[in-house]
């Protein structure tokens, strides 16, 4: 074995090593998912020496009455409205930033990438008010309504950068056959940016089925918590949680996470790296 086959190997054990590192609390809930409730703190190897689907069981009856169908039904009825608004919104505004030239345009690009310097929870305190005033408070209005408003300026600076790296060239040709500034991006630039829709669709998915801030902040009816709240259920005034059905519902919570990743990994790069077209 020579010198560079060695390096290699080495190279490639540290890597696995980090990764089960990374993945053993991930795999430790998965497994004890499976555990008696009793044993679950005293038994914390990856081996199952005693096999039960009761924690799911449990689990899924949710509490108060509520089960989780209703909760999964609330995330992705929101989870979906909130992935639509940011589409829209945000392609659009990326249109009109990267294509169109209009008054002021350069002040509110700045404006715009000035927002994504400030902390969220320094908007919190006039948000509320704002929506309680509106009387969206408990229900899923604040979380939703402004994504279609273009308030991710992530995602703005995203598309724009996709759509700048696009040919002029397929612009000019599209107006000489009578595109107007709409037919424009609905029949060339929408198409060319999938990847960035996509990378704005993974992302809005993740980080709205995961937050819980705004959620715990604007929802307060068990009847319409997400899976995030109802996770926060499994855990008493006490302290003292329900631990075999909280690592069961909580397996269960990252499934669609999971999958909506390893279905369009391969659209994040090139979301990410605005290749444009090759």
């Known amino acids: 074995m020579t010198t560079i086959?060695?390096?290699?190997?080495?190279?490639?054990?540290?890597?696995?090593?980090?990764?089960?590192?990374?993945?053993?609390?991930?795999?430790?809930?998965?497994?004890?998912?499976?555990?008696?409730?009793?044993?679950?703190?005293?038994?914390?190897?990856?081996?199952?020496?005693?096999?039960?689907?009761?924690?799911?069981?449990?689990?899924?009856?949710?509490?108060?009455?509520?089960?989780f169908n209703t909760f999964y039904l609330n995330s992705l009825i929101m989870v979906?409205?909130?992935?639509?608004?940011?589409?829209?919104?945000?392609?659009?505004?990326a249109y009109a930033f990267a294509r169109l030239e209009f008054k002021g345009k350069k002040m509110m690009f700045a404006l715009m990438l000035m927002t994504m310097m400030i902390p969220m929870h320094v908007l919190v305190v006039p948000q509320y008010i704002i929506f309680n005033k509106l009387e969206w408070i408990n229900t899923i209005l604040p979380i939703v309504v402004p994504k279609?408003?273009?308030?991710?300026?992530?995602?703005?600076y995203l598309s724009v950068q996709f759509?700048?790296?696009?040919?002029?060239?397929?612009?000019?040709?599209?107006?000489?056959?009578?595109?107007?500034?709409?037919?424009?991006?609905?029949?060339?630039i929408l198409p060319l940016t999938i990847p960035a829709i996509v990378t704005t669709t993974i992302f809005t998915f993740i980080w709205t089925w995961n937050d819980f801030f705004s959620q715990l902040l604007y929802l307060s009816s068990i009847k319409k918590y997400t899976v995030t709240l109802a996770l926060r259920m499994f855990t008493d005034a006490g302290g003292e949680a329900a631990l075999g059905s909280l690592f069961a519902m909580s397996v269960l919570s990252i499934i669609p996470v999971f999958l909506i990743f390893l279905?369009?990994?391969?659209?994040?790069?090139?979301?990410?790296?605005?290749?444009?077209?090759?």
């Open 5 to 67: 086959d060695i390096k290699k190997l080495l190279l490639h054990a540290c890597v696995i090593t980090g990764m089960f590192i990374m993945l053993y609390p991930v795999l430790w809930m998965i497994i004890s998912s499976f555990k008696p409730t009793n044993t679950i703190l005293t038994d914390h190897s990856l081996w199952l020496r005693e096999f039960t689907f009761t924690n799911y069981v449990k689990g899924w009856k949710g509490t108060s009455g509520t089960t």
């Open 80 to 93: 979906g409205l909130a992935v639509i608004g940011n589409i829209l919104s945000s392609s659009l505004t």
């Open 148 to 156: 279609f408003f273009a308030v991710e300026g992530f995602f703005i």
């Open 163 to 188: 759509i700048r790296s696009l040919p002029r060239e397929l612009d000019k040709a599209a107006t000489v056959d009578g595109c107007g500034p709409i037919r424009l991006y609905t029949h060339i």
């Open 263 to 278: 279905f369009f990994q391969r659209y994040i790069v090139e979301g990410i790296a605005t290749s444009g077209i090759k």
